[in-house]
């Protein structure tokens, strides 16, 4: 318990942490409400359902994902590049705990850390929607709590992914700049090329898109919001098997990442 | 038991030897000095007694325990410098470290008061002086009130103020009873504060003696005229290959207690002494004949 407590007050008294936090909030804010509202009545409206308090789970989590996703891999790099960029890992292990204790608590740190994310999330998308119902005189007509904690459920496990992706990245190239700049690349470009440009043209790689990590977090949330316009929302695969999927990468995620730190010498 | 004892101990990257069968052992409530120049592989070896690099062969025991659950309980080390969180002040790095090593929290002022750094505590450790994050360094290794400490280069930055007070902070926990080994790349830094010296050179423990035989060998010189005949005196009294000349004096390979009888000696024969002096041993000398002529 003492590793995930200092694992804990590391990130809580990091800057960086709550500026991700914010970026993720404010980003969701404006493309799934400010954003949507202004343009609202246009030719290519969501239409103001979309964004009323019975959608708020939708819109809360439909980032997840892609850009708010892409958010949560940096934190997890940040979690456990930062040793390497700071040269902590001598001095953190030199205190006596194993590298596996020490892992494993960088991992809950994350959790928790996704955790507090998805729940800010839906938190200030809730609060928003009820602004935007006030505005326009629509009931406050909220979606059932089962709904919530499974929308809640699946945007966590989808984030937790990403950031044991994160983690993972971090360990395998011991630093912080490579794995944010890869993962982006992967998360933000390749999927993106692979659904939008291949996978129309190339049978095997729109079989391929069923099994890989990205478009299996777009169909998890595609289960929870329905048909939705986000980017990376898309129901490739049905929910169950995409949530067993994206369960599946995230403990290969964890697995990989904690046999590379057991095994390698830290210089 | 040896609060370290390693055998053998071989660590090689790829075709790089950078430790070579190494067997070193570091007695109870010593100073022991670790000394190499740059790259000899010092802080491999200390890497390795820490479990951060896995050796390629031989063995180590660390206060009786092989690498493994619980084996640095009752070490403390700072590792080829500092390094702490930037962003936190250095008593919350020094509160999240004691977390990982499972102490107590008061002990987290008790090192700092120890390090002398408690006025600062608060400040953020990115703007520490280098001396600053050497002292915090110190404070770390100190939290588990260790038995056994492992510095590396520990007064690496610091103004003469600052070495001396290391220097003085370590002698003083070495008199409380703690072990410590210490690497370092001066000279005389090692001949003030160690009892014992390990001399590494590219990875090949190639000496450990105490700091007094490293210093044994001394010479006394002699300066008198004429000086053909000292030499002629003194070659067919002691030997030799125990006289070497060296420009308008003599140096001889004898003990200090000889001094007097070669006076009288050369006095006696003529000679007139206008300087007998005994030298002690030049450590750096020393020290580069032992690693092939690499300086530290």
Same mark, same amino acid.
């Given at each position: ?76 790099? =940040? ?88 983690? =993972? ?50 169909? =998890? ?47 | ?183 370092? $790349? ?54 030799? $290959? ?6 308008? $004096? ?44 690499? $300086?530290?």
């Amino acid at each position: 318990m003492h590793n995930i407590r200092a694992e804990l007050a590391k990130q809580v008294h990091r800057p960086a942490s709550w500026l991700l936090l914010a970026i993720a909030v404010v980003q969701t804010i404006t493309f799934a409400y400010i954003i949507p509202y202004a343009g609202s009545g246009g030719p290519v409206s969501r239409g103001l359902d979309a964004m009323l308090p019975s959608g708020f789970v939708s819109s809360s989590i439909a980032g997840l994902p892609l850009f708010i996703g892409a958010l949560a891999l940096i934190f997890g790099v =940040l979690v456990a590049g930062s040793e390497y960029g700071w040269e902590t890992w001598k001095t953190v292990l030199a205190q006596r705990p194993s590298r596996l204790s020490v892992y494993g608590a960088k991992l809950v740190t994350v959790a928790v850390g996704t955790f507090v994310m998805v729940l800010a999330l839906m938190a200030f998308s809730a609060a928003t929607s009820a602004v935007i119902a006030g505005i326009e005189g629509r009931p406050m007509a909220w979606p059932g709590v089962l709904d919530i904690l499974q929308g809640f459920g699946a945007g966590w496990l989808v984030s937790t992914m990403w950031g044991a992706l994160g983690v =993972l990245l971090a360990i395998l190239l011991r630093g912080v700049a490579l794995p944010i700049g890869l993962g982006l690349v992967w998360m933000l470009a390749i999927q993106n090329l692979l659904s939008a440009i291949a996978a129309p043209m190339l049978d095997f790689i729109a079989q391929l898109q069923k099994g890989l990590p990205g478009p299996n977090a777009g169909s =998890l949330v595609a289960a929870i919001t329905g048909p939705n316009q986000a980017p990376g929302v898309d129901a490739l695969v049905s929910g169950g098997p995409a949530a067993l999927v994206v369960t599946a990468y995230l403990i290969a995620f964890a697995g990989i990442g904690g046999w590379l730190l057991r095994r390698r010498d830290i210089i | 038991m040896n609060p370290i004892e390693t055998d053998n101990l071989t660590k090689h990257f790829g075709t790089t030897k950078a430790v070579e069968k190494v067997s070193l052992t570091v007695r109870p409530g010593e100073v022991y000095g670790f000394l190499g120049p740059n790259g000899a592989g010092k802080t491999t070896t200390l890497r390795m007694l820490l479990g951060l690099i896995r050796p390629t062969s031989g063995r180590l025991r660390v206060l009786g325990q092989e690498p493994g659950p619980g084996f640095l309980d009752r070490v403390g080390a700072l590792i080829e410098g500092p390094a702490f969180y930037p962003y936190l002040s250095g008593r919350r790095n020094l509160r999240v470290l004691a977390g990982h090593a499972g102490v107590a929290l008061s002990r987290v002022d008790e090192v700092l008061d120890v390090v002398d750094l408690t006025e600062r505590a608060d400040s953020r450790y990115s703007t520490y002086s280098l001396g600053m994050k050497q002292r915090l360094g110190l404070a770390a290794a100190l939290l588990k009130n260790p038995r056994l400490l492992i510095l590396d280069e520990p007064t690496n930055g610091l103004d003469p103020a600052g070495m001396a007070d290391m220097r003085v902070t370590i002698r003083k926990l070495a008199a409380d009873g703690c072990t410590v080994l210490l690497s370092s $790349h001066l000279l005389a830094e090692v001949e003030q504060i160690c009892d014992r010296v390990g001399v590494i050179s590219r990875g090949s423990l190639v000496a450990e003696t105490t700091v007094a035989e490293l210093r044994a060998g001394g010479t006394l010189r002699v300066v008198g005229a004429p000086l053909d005949r000292a030499r002629s005196v003194l070659t067919s009294m002691i030997g030799v $290959h125990k006289v070497i000349v060296d420009g308008d $004096h003599l140096d001889l390979e004898v003990t200090p207690a000889d001094a007097a009888r070669i006076n009288a000696e050369l006095v006696g024969s003529g000679v007139e002494v206008s300087e007998l002096r005994w030298r002690e041993p030049d450590f750096e000398q020393t020290f580069l004949q032992l690693t092939g002529g690499h $300086h530290a």
